[in-house]
């Protein structure tokens, strides 16, 4: 149950990225094709943090480091870049136009995942 609220909170999150930056593009028809694109961007978005993120922080620790945690952003933007990539390839109708849409769609969507995780709390 939690890994399916977690999938939601990531929904939510990326569906409040497509409305504010203007250069990620959810294409999908009516409201269940969206709902069914953001919950399956959101598992892509899920599997490529899991996987990749852990093996980047280590092998970039030195960025980390010398970059006081700024190279974070960076990776962010570019596992987001990577997840709008793997949703094209899955003919989802979900698109990221560049590395700044995806920059400010990766600071929104972890505010944003932040922000509901507070009210659901870790059990």
């Known amino acids: 149950m939690t890994l399916l609220i977690r999938v939601v909170i990531s929904a939510v999150a990326l569906w ?8 990620i593009h959810l294409a999908a028809g009516n409201t269940a094709e969206r709902v069914g694109t953001l919950l399956a961007v959101a598992v892509i978005f899920g599997i490529v943090n899991g ?3 852990p093996i980047i ?12 945690g700024l190279f974070a952003l960076v990776v962010n933007a570019l596992l987001f870049l ?3 990539q793997v949703a094209e390839a899955l003919d989802l109708p979900f ?12 600071i929104i969507v972890g505010v944003v995942s932040w ?3 507070l009210f659901v709390g870790d059990d």
Do not use: I, P, Q
Request: a positive charge.
């Open 82 to 84: 990577l997840t709008s």
């Open 115 to 117: 922000l509901l995780n």
């Open 95 to 106: 698109r990221v136009d560049g590395f700044w849409a995806a920059f400010w769609g990766a």
């Open 57 to 68: 922080k280590t092998l970039g620790c030195l960025f980390y480091v010398l970059t006081l």
């Open 51 to 53: 996987v990749l993120k």
């Open 16 to 23: 409040v990225a497509t409305a504010l930056v203007e250069n």
